[in-house]
């Protein structure tokens, strides 16, 4: 098996409809368990980067190989599976479904994972859920609580648990603090990091904010990584 969380040979990417690239990149690798701070100024391509390697987006040119698969090169259905079972992603917009409880949101992502299909281990799922949120220091009583009426902080926190609730290799984490005072920001990041530590999970953490850099090891500037500079984007 490779030793890469993620393996970027020749990557190329411009939006259809247009000329300019978005993203150039010869050659990045990440290593299996490495936590890495992504940072850059807005626009600087860093959310299309996240959605290129999670297979929401596929290259215009080059590779990218996620875990020893070469993503771009699955049929869809078979990359949206691939992502369910391996990626967790937590979106900067979060992407919670309001009108349904934190247990449902967390659970619809297992769903997902299998398929769409219903399964026996809804137990397991559900008890794998609760311990989640309890190391993600939620109270319990939100388990069955819309996520509408969480706090904000408290919503990332849910986004953090459907993210790992596959047990993925690889999490994607895109601006997550962005709405956090500095108190709630670092409380969020300590939870992060020793959830990733718990789960030998490989984590590539986006942000324009270089101040959360203190809590990685490798630092890499998405301005030095990319000749196109994010120029194609608007």
């Known amino acids: 098996m490779s030793e890469f969380a993620v393996d970027i040979q020749n990557l190329e990417y411009a939006y259809p409809n247009h000329s300019d690239l978005v993203l150039s990149i010869e050659q990045w690798q990440v290593n299996l368990g490495e936590r890495v701070f992504l940072f850059g100024d807005s626009g600087s391509g ?47 917009k979060l992407n919670l479904i309001p009108y349904l409880t934190v247990a449902k949101n967390i659970e619809l992502a297992a769903y997902f994972a299998r398929g769409g299909s219903s399964n026996k281990r809804h137990t397991d799922i559900a008890q794998r859920a609760q311990t989640l949120i309890q190391t993600l220091q939620l109270p319990s009583r939100v388990f069955h609580t819309p996520v ?3 706090s904000t902080g408290q919503q990332q926190r849910v986004a953090i648990a459907r993210a790992l609730i596959n047990q993925p290799k690889l999490l994607l984490v895109d601006e997550p ?11 969020f990041m300590q939870v992060l990091m020793e959830m990733c530590d718990t789960t030998q999970t490989s984590l590539i953490f986006v942000s324009h904010d270089s101040a959360l850099g203190q809590h990685f090891e490798r630092k890499v500037n998405l301005s030095h990584l990319n000749t196109a500079g994010g120029r194609g984007l608007a």
């Open 46 to 92: 860093k959310t299309t980067l996240l959605n290129l390697l999670c297979g929401i987006l596929v290259p215009s040119q080059g590779s990218i190989d996620i875990l020893a698969h070469d993503l771009p090169a699955m049929p869809n259905r078979k990359r949206d599976r691939f992502r369910a079972q391996n990626i967790g992603v937590v979106f900067q």
């Open 177 to 187: 603090t962005s709405a956090l005072d500095a108190s709630a920001r670092d409380a």
């Open 148 to 150: 509408k009426h969480l």
